[in-house]
């Protein structure tokens, strides 16, 4: 059974900072890419960054040079730091890491997600 944790979300101020993390845990081997999507209301979840395994990393256009990704690969955790939110990063954030399973079978397991709500 493998679980993902996020934790950090909260309420901040228009230009203030928050930063994201996601635990797992359960039987894991390794894992693929790694990344944090985000969902507002009445909108379709949308990605805002992804990370593999040996770093390389990819951004939504609306976060670029505000967020970054990072992952800690000996404790399968990856975080998000978010710089200069706008009330439009309000969204409620999940995690999302891609673990492979063997016989070329990767699986995409989700956190429960963590609400960030900047206001303005």
């Known amino acids: 059974q493998v679980q993902l944790v996020e934790s950090g979300g909260g309420l901040v101020q228009a230009g203030g900072s928050l930063r994201l993390s996601c635990a797992t845990s359960?039987?894991?081997?390794?894992?693929?890419?790694m990344g944090w999507y985000r969902q507002a209301p009445g909108k379709q979840r949308e990605l805002v960054a992804a990370?593999?395994?040996?770093?390389?990393?990819n951004y939504a256009d609306s976060v670029k040079g505000r967020f970054t990704i990072s992952r800690d690969n000996a404790k399968n955790t990856v975080f998000l730091q978010m710089n200069s939110l706008k009330p439009e990063d309000t969204a409620v954030y999940y995690c999302?890491?891609?673990?492979?399973?063997?016989?070329?079978?990767?699986?995409?397991?989700w956190g429960q997600g963590t609400q960030v709500t900047v206001s303005s």
């Open positions: 999302n890491a891609q673990i492979p399973k063997g016989a070329g079978i990767t699986i995409a397991y």
């Open positions: 359960g039987s894991i081997f390794s894992i693929n890419a």
């Open positions: 990370i593999s395994r040996g770093g390389n990393t």
